[in-house]
C-alpha cells in the first residue's frame, strides 16, 4: 500500500499532470491543476506560462507562497472501473524564490517534456524543494 | 475562460474523481484523491470506503475538518495533447459533521454512480456544503 520513496519519485518524475495546492491566509487551501518538470537535485519547477490563457499573470498562487512558502503537489492515477489500479504521490514542497539558475533548468526540463512549451513562453517559473514525499498504491 | 455557476456546478457533479484539499495545522496543505457524490441541496459526499486499502479509518482528512472546517474539492479535465481542452472546477466546501440523513442520501447517490459500492462498504461518510465555487476552461 505506501510505495517506498525511490518508487514515489519515479512516478512523481514521470507523471504529466498534477494538482498543486499552497495556503490562502483567509480561504484556507488554494488548489490549481498544474504541469511541472523533476530536477534530479530534488526541485520542482512549475510554470507560469502564455499558453493557457489567465486573467493575470500575478497569480495567487504565487501571492499564497510569498505569505506562506509551503505548497503540496499531488499527482494521481485514475481508473474508475478498477480500482485495484490506483495510485498517487505526494510531495511536500518549500518555494524557494531566488534560483535562477534553477530556474533556467527547469525551464529546459519543461521544454523537453511539452511540445507546447517549444518556444519557452515563461512568464515566470515557481521553484519549490520537495521536502517529504508520501505514496500511496492500491496494491 | 471563466466558467458561469450553473456550468461549474454542472461539470463537478458529473466528473467522477477529483482532489480533496484539508488544512492541517503543521503541514500546511493535505491533499488526497477522492471519488464524491453531489447531493442535489448543494452538499458533496466523501466516502471513507472499505475498498480502497488503508492504514487507519481514522483518517488524517477527518482530523483536520475537526481542527478546521475548511476544504477544497479540486476536479480537473487534463488532455496532454490539446490544451484547448483543459477545464477545471474548484470547490469551497465546510465541513458539516452532524447530519445523518444527508450522508445517508450521499451513500444512495454514491451507490448508484460507483458499481464498486454497491453492498455500501462505506466506514464513514463526510458530509460538506459547497459554500463557493470558480471554474476555468481554456476556451
Redesign the interface.
Known amino acids: 500500500?505506501?510505495l517506498d520513496e525511490a518508487e514515489a519519485r519515479a512516478r512523481l518524475a514521470a507523471h504529466?499532470?498534477g494538482?498543486l495546492?499552497?495556503?490562502h491566509p483567509e480561504?484556507?487551501?488554494?488548489?490549481?491543476?498544474v504541469v511541472f518538470a523533476i530536477h534530479p537535485d530534488g526541485f520542482v519547477g512549475v510554470p507560469v506560462d502564455l499558453?493557457?490563457?489567465?486573467?493575470s499573470l500575478q497569480l495567487q498562487r504565487e501571492r499564497n507562497l510569498a505569505a506562506?512558502p509551503?505548497?503540496?503537489l499531488?499527482v494521481?492515477h485514475?481508473n474508475?472501473d478498477d480500482?485495484s489500479q490506483?495510485w498517487?504521490v505526494?510531495a511536500?514542497l518549500e518555494w524557494c524564490p531566488d534560483d535562477p539558475r534553477r530556474a533556467d533548468e527547469l525551464a529546459d526540463l519543461l521544454v523537453a517534456r511539452y511540445p507546447?512549451y517549444a518556444d519557452r513562453p515563461f512568464a515566470n517559473m515557481l521553484v519549490m524543494r520537495i521536502v517529504g514525499i508520501t505514496a500511496w498504491s492500491?496494491r
Open positions: 500500500m505506501r504529466d499532470h494538482v495546492c499552497t495556503v480561504r484556507g487551501v488554494d488548489a490549481v491543476p499558453v493557457k490563457p489567465k486573467a506562506d509551503r505548497a503540496t499531488l494521481d485514475w474508475r480500482w490506483l498517487w505526494r511536500k507546447q492500491a
